[in-house]
């Protein structure tokens, strides 16, 4: 056990050694230390820092790296996007891992030779990734063409290993270099390693497509294939063959039978659904994981990775969206801190120009007019360093790559048409007679839990006080106006219940005497009267102004 123990931590040591050596090789150490995000040219001006130096260094550090760098490239607002525009060149470049290799862990993973399973096998791979590769076959159960995806052998450990070093060196770096602290590292491995184990497990991909495949089946203009769970494993997927035409074999070209216009409308309701009516959608919407079948459905692919988002971020997310495109700037600032998508201390006076600036760009321009609007936003706050949720940015990366794909298939292709229907409906979804009913029999609960824990915490703070241990933190805030509130607040007091005395010891008074210290009753009364009409005047203005206020 100590020499396995031992032999782990050489092998450890020697790929940090390795990881080290490639990243002097490519200069990204000296681009993290450096002092300045920024070089001097000679004639004295800024000159951007050259970052391909990154990315090379990702591709030739592998599967883990690579993934990475696919990550890092959709995360603008961590990394900034000059960073983010260059890992979109990165390239998954690993090379193909031979058959008998692939064989070996199909039928490990379904504990059958590979021809009780399929009675064809295409050997030469349809496409290959960093993790796995995916194969054409054909079940020898039913006959029917499937898509198998096997993971490629031994890739689960090494990217364990490269990703326990990641995260170690991420905090060390955080630590130790000022400049990185820029780019929040542990904040972007927390989220490397989330979203990198989930997809490793391709049962995590099965339960989506199910899930999915739920949620579209009243849809006739999509198509789900579906996995075969009998034979899939967390390493081996075998799902329907999708037979019909990657999106991108439409850019520039019309196929009998199949509607550009058409397929870009269904493609945009179908992902505005799954995002603002589902709350479960496709992260990584791009072309080549959407493809249309030979009847004119839109199918979706490679549901490794999706973006979940609650119901009441859903209706949030919806009214945000109106207010953008009604051009008010400080009721989307308002919505932006209520989302907690930035902080008050966030909204400084220079992000609300930008964000009016933004607004001012489109005011009085049709909906047809206001594509990119989703993406500007996002850059403002971008360039505000503000660290946006993961499902806020795959949003917006879907809305990004949807408007792209549309324009491509329709040159008068309108995302934003769509985007405020969706809202709409969402909106109208969330005051239905069910929702409100659903969320008053929520708070009703929550009342009851409440109600029962009082007791309990009653007991406990009792309990504190009397032993002397109960802590009270007080915080200073607008006590100057609070104690010259309550100051006028006892003198009017005072005089409202001095004054309706004094009237109603003189109405007592009539009935025995005429005058009080020789004067004539009826002035006593009028006088108490007008003190008193004149003290509760003063009290109303000051209610007035405290609701007010």
């Known amino acids: 056990m100590a020499l396995k123990k031992n032999d782990g931590e050489i092998n450890a040591n020697k790929r940090l050694d390795e990881i080290l050596d490639v990243a002097k090789k490519h200069k990204v150490i000296s681009v993290l230390t450096s002092s300045s995000k920024r070089k001097?040219?000679?004639?004295?001006?800024?000159?951007?820092?050259?970052?391909?130096?990154?990315?090379?260094?990702?591709?030739?550090l592998g599967p883990a790296f690579i993934k990475l760098g696919q990550l890092l490239a959709s995360r603008p607002d961590m990394i900034g996007p000059e960073i983010a525009e260059d890992l979109k060149k990165l390239r998954d470049n690993t090379p193909v891992t031979p058959f008998d290799q692939m064989r070996e862990v199909v039928e490990t993973e379904l504990g059958k030779p590979l021809e009780d399973i399929y009675s064809e096998f295409d050997e030469t791979p349809?496409?290959?990734?960093?993790?796995?590769?995916?194969?054409?076959a054909t079940l020898k159960e039913t006959g029917q063409e499937v898509a198998v995806k096997i993971q490629k052998p031994g890739i689960y450990d090494i990217i364990v290993a490269d990703v326990k070093i990641?995260?170690?060196?991420?905090?060390?770096?955080?630590?130790?270099?000022t400049k990185t602290r820029t780019y929040n590292l542990p904040a972007i491995m927390k989220e490397f390693e989330r979203s990198i184990f989930k997809e490793l497990n391709y049962m995590e991909e099965v339960m989506n497509i199910q899930k999915v495949t739920n949620n579209f089946k009243e849809d006739e203009n999509i198509y789900i294939p579906q996995a075969f769970r009998d034979y899939s494993t967390s390493k081996v997927i075998?799902?329907?063959?999708?037979?019909?035409?990657?999106i991108a074999d439409l850019f520039d070209n019309q196929i009998e039978g199949i509607d550009n216009k058409e397929i870009a409308k269904i493609g945009v309701q179908s992902f505005l659904k799954q995002i603002l009516l589902d709350g479960f959608f496709h992260a990584d919407p791009h072309p080549g994981n959407m493809f249309v079948t030979k009847d004119g459905k839109v199918a979706y692919i490679d549901w490794g990775m999706v973006g979940v988002i609650t119901e009441e971020f859903r209706g949030n997310l919806a009214q945000m969206i109106l207010i953008l495109l009604s051009g008010d700037s400080k009721k989307l600032i308002n919505q932006l801190i209520y989302m907690k998508l930035i902080t008050p201390e966030q909204n400084t006076e220079e992000f609300q120009e930008d964000v009016e600036d933004l607004l001012n760009k489109y005011l009085g321009v049709d909906l047809d007019q206001m594509d990119g609007i989703f993406e500007s936003l996002m850059n403002v706050m971008i360039k505000h360093n503000i660290i946006l949720p993961r499902e806020f940015v795959m949003i917006g990366r879907g809305f990004i790559l949807l408007e792209d794909t549309g324009s491509r298939l329709d040159p008068q292709f309108n995302l934003t048409t769509e985007l405020e229907k969706f809202a709409k409906k969402m909106i109208s979804q969330k005051f239905s007679v069910g929702n409100i009913a659903s969320g008053g029999l929520n708070y009703i609960v929550e009342i009851e839990h409440l109600?029962?824990?009082?007791?309990?915490?009653l007991n406990s703070t009792l309990n504190k006080l009397e032993d002397g241990n109960l802590e009270v933190k007080l915080k200073h805030g607008g006590l100057d106006d609070l104690k010259n509130m309550?100051?006028?607040?006892?003198?009017?007091?005072?005089?409202i219940v001095g004054t309706a005395l004094v009237l109603a010891a003189t109405i007592v008074a009539q009935a025995f005497y005429k005058t009080t210290a020789g004067i004539p009753l009826d002035y006593v009364y009028i006088i108490a009267l007008l003190g008193f009409i004149i003290s509760l005047i003063i009290g109303i203005y000051i209610v007035f102004k405290y609701l007010r206020n």
């Open 486 to 495: 309550i100051s006028l607040s006892l003198i009017l007091a005072a005089l």
């Open 451 to 457: 109600l029962k824990d009082l007791p309990d915490k």
């Open 126 to 136: 349809l496409g290959s990734a960093s993790i796995g590769q995916v194969y054409k």
């Open 40 to 60: 001097k040219s000679q004639d004295g001006e800024d000159e951007e820092i050259d970052l391909s130096g990154l990315r090379e260094a990702m591709e030739e």
């Open 166 to 177: 990641l995260v170690n060196l991420a905090g060390k770096a955080d630590k130790y270099i």
């Open 238 to 246: 075998t799902m329907e063959l999708v037979d019909g035409y990657e």
